[in-house]
């Protein structure tokens, strides 16, 4: 019965933009099925109540459709879609974003006695797992409140925090758990991703990266290899890659330029990677963004 409210309630109070009254929670309805577009995930809770949704992360591809939940733990560059979904049965889903200071206030309420106990090892920064009847129950609590906006600012917090220890105790806690962790790994890797993002066009060793997050060289490779599924070199080539073709919707005509301004001192280099990434060279792909961009603002607006 969960899902099937899940599903009415998420139908009801979908906007354009995801948003809710809600902070920090998110309502996704698509109603057709476009072809795999680069993204980056947050840190999110994420749950389908109707049609699928695939992620591809390096070469580990992540689906997950009704009932299932996908946990971001680390903000990634993921290429995703949405699958199977029609204007007759659009997907539905659910997002609520994940903030590590919640996750250490809930930590610290619980003390060691009650909080799980810490599982060795590095951890992916995605991961999927089969939502529990109480964590569905705790999310359709939560979009109820959409309607009840006298009650919504009291008990909100408190249903986040619910579906915040659901999370901590469920089958991926130990993500969420290593997400409000300061000396935890994946915290170790997220601050080497933030430095990536505000430095992406900077060349760095390996070594530098190790040396900011604490670690050994060796062992900040296992960790970061297995939390994003990919080396640090990567990564960083898939975040140039995605702020280039945000920069080239905006400069369709300065491919070159563009190319330089993300890290690539060579033009064919530039062009050859693009072009594996997003099918198509960069001028003639900067090319047709230009033209969706331009459609966009002279459609008429609607409803």
Do not use: C
Not at 138 to 155: F, G, N, S
Not at 240 to 257: N, S
């Amino acid at each position: 019965m969960s899902l099937d409210e899940l599903r009415t309630l998420l139908d009801r109070h979908a906007r354009s933009d995801w948003t809710t009254a809600v902070d920090g929670v998110l309502i996704s309805r698509v109603d057709r099925s476009d072809p795999p577009a680069p993204a980056t995930s947050g840190t999110v809770l994420a749950v389908v109540a109707q049609g699928a949704k695939r992620l591809m992360l390096g070469d580990r591809v992540f689906e997950y459709g009704p009932g299932q939940y996908l946990v971001a733990s680390v903000d990634l560059p993921v290429t995703g879609q949405f699958v199977g979904a029609t204007r007759e049965h659009p997907a539905l889903g659910f997002g609520l974003t994940l903030e590590p200071s919640a996750v250490a206030e809930l930590l610290l309420r619980a003390g060691a006695g009650n909080a799980p106990r810490a599982v060795g090892g590095p951890v992916s920064g995605l991961a999927v797992s089969r939502a529990p009847d109480a964590l569905l129950d705790a999310v359709v609590r939560l979009l109820r409140l959409l309607d009840e906006p006298r009650d919504r600012e009291v008990l909100a917090p408190l249903v986040k925090q619910e579906i915040l220890w659901r999370l901590i105790t469920g089958e991926q806690g130990h993500a969420v758990r290593q997400l409000g962790l300061a000396d935890s790994s994946l915290s170790h890797v997220s601050r080497a991703v933030r430095w990536i993002r505000e430095h992406y066009a900077e060349s760095f060793r390996v070594e530098e990266l190790a040396r900011l997050t604490g670690m050994s060289p060796s062992a900040f490779y296992r960790n970061f290899q297995a939390v994003t599924a990919m080396s640090p070199i990567r990564f960083q080539k898939q975040i140039r890659l995605q702020q280039a073709r945000l920069l080239l919707a905006t400069h369709p005509r300065d491919v070159t330029g563009v190319g330089h301004r993300v890290g690539y001192d060579s033009p064919s280099q530039f062009s050859r990677e693009y072009r594996r990434q997003f099918g198509a060279p960069p001028s003639e792909d900067a090319a047709r963004l230009h033209r969706t961009s331009d459609s966009a603002s002279r459609a008429p607006a609607s409803g």
